[in-house]
C-alpha cells in the first residue's frame, strides 16, 4: 500500500507532498505523519490546562504511564514536547487527554495554555515510555507526584479504577494549593468510590516560613487528606544525630526541601516496603523519595519519570577548552553545561523539543573533539558524529556544525 502511495506521491501530486493535498481534505488526514485535532479545552485548574485530543485513525492508544510528543507550529515555527495522556488507557473513544502546566517562560506550554481553543490540530506522535505499570498488577501501589508530574500516575490510578482493581493505593501529590492541582475533584470522587485508594495532598508551600511546622492534617472526604506545611516537625528518621556524616547530610537536605521523608510515607502507606511505587515531580522531590528508598535497599521497587533532565552542577573552572559553532562563527569558553545549553548561552537558538535525550530534534553533527553523554557518561571521540546537543556535554574543544 506505501509503495502505491509512493508511486501517487510521485507521479501525480507534484508540486507539493501527498500530505499537504490530504489535509485540505481533512486536517488530521495525512499519509506518514499523524494530528490530532484538540476538542475540549478546560482550564480548571490554575496554572494549566487540560485539552482532550481526537487522534486520526493510525492512533494505537498509549499505556497508562507513557508520553507522546506533540508538535505545535508557532509564528510558523513547528515546535515538539513531551506531554504523558493524563486519562486512562483503552479510553473507548480512543481520545486523549493532555494536561499542561504553564511554565513562567515557556514557548509551547504557554502558548497553548493561552491559546488552545477546540479545532486547533497538532501533530502527534506515537505513545512511547518504559514508565507504565506492569502485568500482572502490583499486589500493592504508591503512586507519588509533584506539579505537572501529576499526569502519568493519575493516567495509572484512574486505569487501575476502571479496572476494578481491589490492591491497597496510596497516592500521595504536592502542589503549591488545593487550586493547582489538576483534576483535583476526580481525585476526591475516586477515593470517595474506592475503600482501596488513599489519596493525600502536601502543600509545602501554602503555609511560609513552617516548612518543619507539621500543619494540622485535614481529613477531607473519606479516603482524602491534605496538609499545609511540610511534614511533622523532627520526626523523620535519623535526624535526631548531633553530628550526620555528609551523605546524611544531604540526603536530609533533599527530603527537607522537598518536604517528603520515612516518616511521612510510613505513617499514609506502611505497607509500602512490599509495594511498587511510581514517582514524577520536580527534582527535590523525586531526590528525597529516592533516598529513603535508597536507604531502606528498595531503588528495584521504585520507578521514576523524568519531565527534565537531572544532572550533577559543573563548576565552569573544571571545564577545558573552547566550544566552536563553526556554522554560525561563534566561539565560547565551554562552561561545562550541556551543548544545547552553552549554544544558548553564546545567543543561538538550536531547535530542540525534550532537551532529555527522547525526541532527537537537537541533532547536529559534531565535527571534532570529545563530548560526554550526561545520562550515560559515555565519551565520544569520534569526529563527523550527529549527536543530540541536549545530552552531551563538551569535554575539552569541540566544533559543532551549528
Ligand atoms: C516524558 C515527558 C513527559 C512530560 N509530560 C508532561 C505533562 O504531562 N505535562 C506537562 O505540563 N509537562 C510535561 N512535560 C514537560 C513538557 O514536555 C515541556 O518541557 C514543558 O511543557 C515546557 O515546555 P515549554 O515549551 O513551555 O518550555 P520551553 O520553552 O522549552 O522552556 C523550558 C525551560 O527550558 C529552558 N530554556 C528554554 N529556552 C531557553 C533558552 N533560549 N535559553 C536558556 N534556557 C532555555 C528554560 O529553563 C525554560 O524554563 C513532559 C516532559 C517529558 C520529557
Ligand atoms: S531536545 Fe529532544 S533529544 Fe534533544
Same mark, same amino acid.
Given at each position: 500500500m506505501v509503495g502505491l502511495l509512493d508511486l501517487v506521491q510521485k507521479t501525480?501530486?507534484?508540486?507539493?507532498? *501527498?500530505d499537504r493535498y490530504l489535509e485540505l481534505v481533512r486536517p488530521t488526514l495525512t499519509r506518514r505523519s499523524m494530528r490530532a485535532k484538540i476538542t475540549h479545552v478546560r482550564r480548571s485548574a490554575v496554572g494549566s490546562v487540560t485539552l482532550t485530543l481526537e487522534p486520526a485513525r493510525q492512533w494505537s492508544g498509549h499505556v497508562a504511564g507513557q508520553y507522546v510528543q506533540i508538535g505545535v507550529v508557532i509564528d510558523g515555527v513547528r515546535h515538539t514536547r513531551c506531554y504523558s495522556p493524563v486519562n486512562a488507557e483503552g479510553r473507548r473513544d480512543r481520545h486523549i487527554e493532555l494536561t499542561v502546566k504553564a511554565h513562567p517562560h515557556g514557548l509551547v506550554s504557554n502558548h497553548l495554555h493561552e491559546n488552545a481553543i477546540p479545532g486547533m490540530v497538532v501533530d502527534l506522535e506515537p505513545a512511547a515510555g518504559a514508565f507504565h505499570l506492569p502485568e500482572?498488577?502490583?499486589e500493592q501501589i504508591v503512586l507519588i507526584s509533584g506539579g505537572s508530574g501529576i499526569t502519568p500516575v493519575l493516567s495509572m490510578l484512574r486505569t487501575l479504577a476502571d479496572e476494578g482493581y481491589r490492591g491497597r493505593i496510596l497516592f500521595l501529590h504536592y502542589n503549591?494549593?488545593?487550586?493547582?492541582?489538576?483534576h483535583r475533584q476526580e481525585l476526591e470522587a475516586i477515593a470517595m468510590q474506592h475503600s482501596n485508594v488513599r489519596i493525600e495532598f502536601r502543600y509545602p508551600e501554602a503555609v511560609r516560613g513552617q516548612v518543619w511546622g507539621g500543619g494540622a492534617l485535614d481529613s477531607g472526604p473519606s479516603g482524602v487528606g491534605e496538609r499545609s506545611g511540610g511534614a511533622e516537625g523532627g520526626k523523620n528518621r535519623d535526624l535526631g544525630t548531633a553530628n550526620p556524616p555528609a551523605a546524611k547530610r544531604r540526603a536530609n537536605q533533599a527530603e527537607r526541601d522537598a518536604n517528603f521523608g520515612y516518616d511521612e510515607l510510613e505513617s499514609l502507606a506502611p505497607w509500602f516496603p512490599s509495594a511498587q511505587t511510581y514517582l514524577c515531580g520536580p527534582p527535590g522531590l523525586m531526590a528525597a523519595v529516592r533516598t529513603v528508598y535508597e536507604a531502606e535497599q528498595l531503588g528495584d521497587r521504585l520507578h521514576s519519570e523524568e519531565f527534565t533532565l537531572t544532572t550533577a552542577v559543573v563548576d565552569p573552572a573544571d571545564a577545558e577548552g573552547k566550544v566552536t559553532f563553526s556554522d554560525s562563527g561563534v566561539v565560547a569558553e565551554n562552561t561545562g553545561e550541556s551543548l544545547l545549553e552553552q549554544a544558548e548561552s553564546a545567543g543561538l537558538n538550536p531547535e530542540y523539543g525534550?532537551?532529555?535525550?527522547?525526541?532527537?530534534?537537537c541533532t547536529a553533527v559534531k565535527r571534532s573533539g570529545c563530548t560526554r553523554? *550526561?545520562?550515560?557518561?559515555q565519551l565520544d571521540s569520534d569526529p563527523d558524529q550527529p549527536i543530540q546537543i541536549c545530552i552531551n556535554a563538551p569535554v575539552g574543544d569541540v566544533d559543532l556544525a551549528l
Open positions: 501525480m501530486t507534484t508540486p507539493h507532498p *501527498l500482572p498488577r502490583p503549591r494549593s488545593p487550586e493547582w492541582v489538576p525534550c532537551r532529555m535525550g527522547i525526541c532527537f530534534s553523554n *550526561l545520562r550515560t557518561g
